[in-house]
């Protein structure tokens, strides 16, 4: 187990008392790594395995302190405005310090973090899992992209009586996946949407082996819960949730209102896009209560 306890993953938050996460009161922690480029992702910044540097650029006063700090010269000042080389940053972090940007306007996201360091921080709200019936969750990106973290973290959480979740994907040969969910209490997967043109498109990746998991963790006996991020003019149609909440009963033998959430649009992530050196990012709206209250009742008439 010591072996275990000093495996390192790239932890890009540790987020306390979280409550949509799994049931009860949890600590929900971060992963970096995806294997899927969502669109509309709303934490781009967990994407990359390796850590990444985040700018507000609107909070910079151009003072040019950051270009002598940096290694890699990726800072320049362009027209009177501070520019960022992200080819050439690294995200070494030197430029973050308050001592270099007094304006504090850069971010690593990511850091490497042993089992130990990162159940120490889990294991300090025990008994608020034991009252609410809560617990860890495992979430990214998506936790597939780390299994032998991923897996030692929730083998520690079990040894220590903590219930523990995980997020995914899905996206990865059946053999990861059972790896990472073995000592899972719930599993909850996205089912993005249930076109696979559509899906390839909006993900970068096919659904196909998405789904195929779905029916083996099913099949495992696995407590599943699937969600929807609903994504306007993406997969937000009453043909898409249709079909998903009948892959979830006809295929999966699952009751939809139990086990299928749809999420509303939320356009947090957006900002980030540009603090990542990323292009403008689509912004939408979210789906009024009528709308949202009518798919909800589309899937309830499962
Ligand atoms: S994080 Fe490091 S490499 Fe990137 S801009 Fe700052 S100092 Fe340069
Ligand atoms: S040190 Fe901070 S405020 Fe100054 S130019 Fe660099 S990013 Fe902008």
């Not at 000093?6 to 009161?25: A, C, E, K, M, W």
């Not at 559509?198 to 099949?219: C, D, P, Q, Y």
Request: glycine share 8%; proline share 4%; with cysteine.
């Amino acid at each position: 187990m010591a072996q275990e306890n000093n495996l390192i993953g790239q932890v890009f938050n540790i987020q306390r008392y979280s409550t949509h996460d799994g049931p009860g009161i949890r600590t929900t922690v971060f992963l970096k790594g995806c294997p899927l480029r969502c669109k509309w992702c709303q934490n781009p910044e967990s994407q990359s395995l390796h850590p990444v540097l985040m700018f507000r650029a609107d909070e910079c006063t151009s003072c040019g302190r950051c270009i002598d700090a940096c290694p890699n010269k990726a800072n320049s000042i362009v027209d009177g405005k501070l520019v960022i080389d992200w080819e050439r940053c690294t995200a070494c972090g030197a430029c973050t310090s308050p001592a270099v940007c007094l304006s504090m306007t850069r971010k690593v996201e990511g850091k490497p973090m042993t089992v130990e360091e990162v159940m120490k921080q889990v294991s300090s709200d025990y008994n608020l899992y034991l009252n609410s019936g809560g617990g860890l969750t495992i979430s990214g990106g998506d936790c597939a992209v780390q299994p032998e973290f991923t897996a030692a973290l929730l083998k520690k959480a079990q040894e220590e009586g903590i219930n523990t979740c995980v997020e995914i994907t899905g996206a990865y040969p059946w053999g990861r996946v059972q790896q990472i969910t073995e000592d899972a209490d719930y599993v909850y997967y996205d089912l993005k949407c249930m076109d696979d043109e559509k899906h390839k498109e909006g993900t970068g990746v096919s659904n196909r082996l998405i789904l195929e998991n779905a029916r083996k963790l099913v099949e495992a006996k696995k407590q599943m819960l699937f969600r929807t991020p609903l994504i306007p003019g993406f997969n937000d149609d009453k043909e898409n949730i249709e079909a998903t909440a009948s892959f979830i009963k006809n295929e999966l033998g699952l009751s939809p209102s139990e086990h299928l959430e749809l999420l509303a649009y939320n356009n947090l992530g957006e900002d980030k896009y540009l603090r990542l050196g990323f292009s403008e990012p689509k912004r939408h709206a979210r789906q009024s209560d009528k709308y949202l209250d009518e798919l909800e009742e589309l899937v309830m008439s499962f």
